[in-house]
């Protein structure tokens, strides 16, 4: 990965960090299930919460990179051209921040 490539991605992960919940916001997370338990009660609710905990993971996404953040409704993705943040599920206004000089 490139110099530049590497600077968006620490970028973005620091914005996305600073806006992100606290441990101490976030629900308690059960422990994983061992193969021989059965499912209980609760089941719903963990896979809801390793699905909404998987949307603040950083991965690869058309051109780039991208990082969702359900808490406050925001999807960021980077790449060559720079990074653009925009409303995570509407429509809505994108802001794009681009490096136009090194050094």
């Given amino acids: 990965m490139r110099h530049r490539e590497w600077l968006w991605l620490a970028t973005v992960a620091v914005l996305l960090k600073c806006s992100s919940p606290t441990q101490e916001d976030a ?4 422990p994983p299930l061992a193969a021989s338990q059965e499912p209980t009660d609760d089941w719903q609710q963990r896979v809801r919460l390793r699905i909404s905990d998987s ?27 720079g990074v653009s943040v925009q409303p995570r599920t509407e429509d809505g206004p994108t802001v794009q921040l681009t490096l136009t000089s090194w050094g």
């Fill in 27 to 30: 629900p308690p997370h059960p």
């Fill in 55 to 81: 949307e603040y993971r950083i991965r690869r996404g058309g051109d780039g990179w991208e990082a969702g953040n359900r808490a406050q409704g925001l999807r960021a993705r980077w790449g060559d051209d």
